[in-house]
């Protein structure tokens, strides 16, 4: 029911929410408006759901659509709903934990429908998740971040995505699927029961990108150094640790042009697009809902 022409507030999960200028552009290029990215949310709640359950999120925002400035978000803002679940943690690097952050945990459609009214349109995840009595278990999952240099693409990307899957299947590892990160490149995430602290999973995961690198130094690279990556893709192994986040599976990306999305891809599409017989691209707004019909 309509407040004014601004405003309406709207029943969601039992919740009620005030949503404002829903006809805002938020992608100028293709007209896409802030009503169609909460309907986006809305839509693809049941998968990302799942990806954020128990997740800290913290939030990229952009008010004035990405035409403007945007700004990184991780402690809950004020006037919050009371509902949104919150987790507070001592903030990374601070000297005896005396600084804290208060992240929500979004575990609804109406969490999710209150984010998009906030023009938070990327939602950022660490690789753990919380207890129910509020502390960091152990990541449950290893994630590699594997990002084209100039010269290199997403068929390069897939290419060392299945390298990178024979490698941590013979270790054990069976659980694995890929990103396209609705930016450059992929992300590979393999599935973790737990039982490791941070640090050995940063460990494996920069034995990973050292292991890519040796055997195919022609394609992989596993140093930061920019003048290194020249046709290469670098195994971006730094996400895994207490403080990083990587781009939530299923969220959007405040990128100028056309919205996209980290849409998790079927391993017969980096084949595919490896071997030459398909072009594999990142996927859109519309192209994401198309593939849950």
């Excluded at 029911?1 to 552009?25: C, F, I, N, Q, Y």
């Excluded at 390069?156 to 990160?181: F, K």
Aim: proline residues 6%; contains cysteine.
């Amino acid at each position: 029911m309509a407040e004014s022409a601004d405003h309406v507030r709207v029943e969601v999960d039992g919740r009620t929410l005030r949503l404002s200028s829903l006809d805002k552009v938020l992608y100028p290029e293709t007209g896409t408006t802030k009503a169609q990215v909460i309907s986006y949310y809305a839509q693809v709640a049941p998968l990302l759901l799942e990806q954020l359950r128990d997740r800290a999120v913290t939030r990229i925002r952009w008010p004035s659509g990405t035409g403007g400035p945007s700004f990184f978000e991780k402690n809950l803002p004020r006037g919050a709903p009371s509902w949104i679940r919150t987790v507070t943690l001592p903030a990374p690097g601070s000297t005896k934990a005396r600084e804290t952050i208060t992240y929500p945990i979004i575990d609804s459609v109406a969490g999710l429908t209150w984010l998009a009214n906030l023009a938070a349109l990327e939602l950022h995840v660490h690789q753990w998740r919380v207890s129910p009595s509020g502390e960091a278990l152990h990541p449950d999952r290893l994630v590699v971040d594997l990002d084209p240099g100039p010269g290199a693409g997403l068929a390069e990307c897939s290419q060392v995505a299945l390298w990178a899957r024979d490698i941590l299947c013979d270790m054990g590892i069976q659980e694995l699927w890929p990103v396209t990160s609705g930016s450059k490149g992929l992300q590979l995430y393999a599935e973790l029961d737990g039982s490791h602290p941070v640090a050995v999973v940063r460990e494996v995961a920069q034995g990973l990108a050292v292991a890519l690198e040796a055997a195919h130094p022609r394609l992989v690279v596993s140093s930061m150094v920019k003048a290194k990556r020249g046709g290469k893709v670098l195994v971006d192994w730094s996400q895994n640790t207490a403080s990083k986040t990587t781009i939530c599976p299923w969220s959007l990306r405040g990128k100028l042009g056309r919205p996209t999305v980290a849409a998790p891809r079927e391993w017969t599409e980096l084949e595919d697009a490896a071997s030459g017989r398909a072009l594999l691209e990142q996927l859109s707004l519309d192209d994401a809902l198309s593939r849950m019909a």
